[in-house]
């Protein structure tokens, strides 16, 4: 789950159900007075001139506000395509940005905070002094908290997930006796806020209807004030925040989040006192026994912790896993491949909470990592420049640059994968079988080529990687091919950012993922409807953007002999 807490590599505007949001961001109940008053700024935000002063002396991919508004993707594609390893800039939505390739990312990925920062460029793309979408003084108590506590415990936490799996299947999925329709996305954002809020908030809270609207609505909300608030200059923005009702109606989630857990929180710190307590393991504990002891009792920023919380991983995870449903549907071929590796692993009860289990699903992990990797971010790597840097190629970056990697274009690079457009559920199994083969094999996920090479000598790696051990207590042997796994990371390799700021909750994010597709494809066969000619279901682009359809339905039919 990418993170406005370290870095929310730019799914920066969130993944979000873009379906909905022409009608949200004009909404309201006097919609021709909106409408009208829209349309009036949109025109002069279209028209307006860019008085952004930019001193990177790098080309500009030259298009329209309004294509980058609506096909961002594509063209990321066709100007990375243009310039490829060379520096450019293009001007969207948000303002001027810098686009660094894969080749010069190193440089950048390990420079301190003060000279390249994430967090500076976050909260501006976040409009967070409005939005109030930053963890603050928190940022580092959170992030640690995520990859300590969450991160390497999330073994005995699998069981708690499966058991709230199977309610909401019990009682939101239908039957599917037969083949039946279902549009897959709405169910999907509601069973990752239940498996997130089972750890989040506990049971006693999770499955409560108010806390799930708020949890779920809580990112669609911040990401309409922001796209109200970007159509107004910075200098209007002080005045214009009383014209977006969006902000207003963050502040009452933030007020309701502090109402719904005042209650938990305070008993847990009567019952502390209890001798022989056992405290709850989830993250308002985890929380409450590291903040100071002046700030246990501060319910609102605990409140505020659970909603980002909540913004940076139920959109993101439920969006990917939507996202390889519908590659499932399609590539039919791949679900007894991945179901037989799911009867394997999982062939008892007791299996779904042993330490192994999650990182044995090893064709289902590459699957995942391959769904991501062609409907994953547009962009990545984002950051703001604080001092002047110099990269290798020559290139100035003045302080106040603000920079991004062209996420959609590396995918599809054919230096770094092989047949990049088409499809392969088992390319990253196969990479890493190749390289448990082959000791002469080049470790690096951002080798020249990710196709098997063809001779016993090293591949040529021209830009560098920043390995990272993707299961919780992997061992030194295992690291060399976890490289190819879906939480690992390097300079081809951003869906969840680079270096010091990469999603701390990837690995929270990749046990939810695979529980929830290894559990349907041991119980449903699935397939398109009829008439869909074998076509995916085309995602949604709006500005940075990029969700699967919401409207989109998947044929689901229980299986006779289910595991």
């Avoid at 003060?114 to 930053?134: G, H, I, K, N, P």
């Avoid at 016993?456 to 390995?467: F, K, Q, R």
């Avoid at 066969?525 to 995602?539: F, K, M, V």
Wanted: hydrophobic letters at 40%; one cysteine or more; aromatic letters at 10%.
């Amino acid at each position: 789950m990418p993170s406005i807490i370290e870095d929310a590599s730019p799914r920066t505007n969130f993944t979000l159900v873009t379906d909905v949001l022409p009608n949200q961001v004009l909404g309201g109940s006097r919609l021709s007075y909106y409408v009208a008053i829209g349309t009036v700024l949109f025109c002069i935000w279209l028209f307006q001139s860019d008085k952004q002063k930019c001193n990177v002396s790098a080309p500009f991919y030259k298009a329209s506000r309004l294509k980058w508004m609506f096909s961002a993707d594509a063209l990321v594609r066709d100007s990375y395509s243009k310039f490829r390893d060379c520096v450019y800039q293009i001007k969207t939505t948000e303002g001027v940005r810098t686009i660094i390739p894969a080749s010069l990312v190193g440089e950048l990925k390990g420079l301190p905070e003060d000279t390249l920062s994430a967090r500076t460029a976050v909260r501006e793309a976040m409009l967070s002094e409005y939005t109030s979408l930053c963890a603050g003084a928190h940022t580092d108590t959170l992030s640690l908290l995520l990859k300590c506590k969450m991160t390497g415990q999330l073994a005995r936490m699998t069981p708690q997930l499966k058991e709230e799996l199977e309610y909401i299947i019990a009682t939101e999925f239908p039957e599917c006796q037969e083949w039946t329709p279902f549009k897959i996305q709405p169910f999907m954002v509601r069973t990752v806020a239940r498996l997130s809020g089972r750890i989040f908030v506990g049971p006693a809270l999770n499955r409560v209807e108010e806390w799930m609207d708020v949890s779920i609505n809580f990112a669609i909300t911040a990401f309409i004030a922001v796209i109200k608030l970007q159509f107004f200059p910075p200098w209007m923005r002080p005045a214009a925040q009383y014209l977006v009702s969006e902000l207003r109606t963050i502040r009452k989630d933030l007020e309701k989040a502090e109402a719904m857990l005042t209650p938990i929180i305070e008993e847990r710190i009567r019952d502390s006192e209890t001798p022989g307590y056992e405290k709850p393991d989830d993250f308002v504990q985890w929380l409450q026994d590291a903040l100071p002891e002046d700030q246990k009792r501060d319910f609102y920023i605990q409140g505020k912790i659970q909603l980002l919380l909540s913004a940076a991983s139920i959109h993101t995870t439920s969006n990917l896993t939507t996202d390889c449903i519908y590659d499932l549907a399609v590539h039919q071929d791949m679900q007894e491949i991945l179901r037989e590796e799911a009867q394997e692993v999982f062939n008892d009860e007791e299996a779904w909470g042993k330490k192994d289990s999650m990182g044995r699903l090893k064709k289902l992990d590459s699957f995942v990592k391959e769904s991501q990797r062609l409907s994953g971010n547009v962009t990545s790597f984002i950051r703001k420049v604080m001092k002047p840097i110099d990269l290798s190629d020559g290139t100035h970056l003045p302080a106040g640059t603000n920079l991004l990697a062209p996420m959609a274009g590396i995918a599809v690079d054919s230096r770094f994968y092989e047949d990049p457009e088409v499809f392969d559920g088992l390319r990253f199994y196969k990479l890493r079988q190749h390289q448990q083969s082959s000791p002469y094999f080049s470790a690096s996920p951002d080798s020249s080529s990710i196709s098997t090479p063809t001779s016993n000598t090293p591949s040529p790696s021209p830009i560098s990687s920043t390995p990272d051990d993707t299961t919780p207590n992997s061992s030194a042997s295992s690291n060399a091919n976890g490289r190819w796994q879906f939480t690992s990371i390097g300079d081809t390799a951003m869906n969840f950012g680079l270096g010091r700021h990469a999603c701390p909750g990837r690995f929270f994010a990749g046990c939810e993922i695979k529980m929830v597709l290894a559990y349907l494809l041991l119980h449903y066969d699935i397939r398109l409807p009829e008439g869909s000619n074998g076509q995916r279901p085309a995602p949604n682009m709006f500005m940075m953007t990029k969700s699967p359809s919401l409207t989109a339905e998947v044929l689901f039919r229980r299986r006779t002999a289910c595991a």
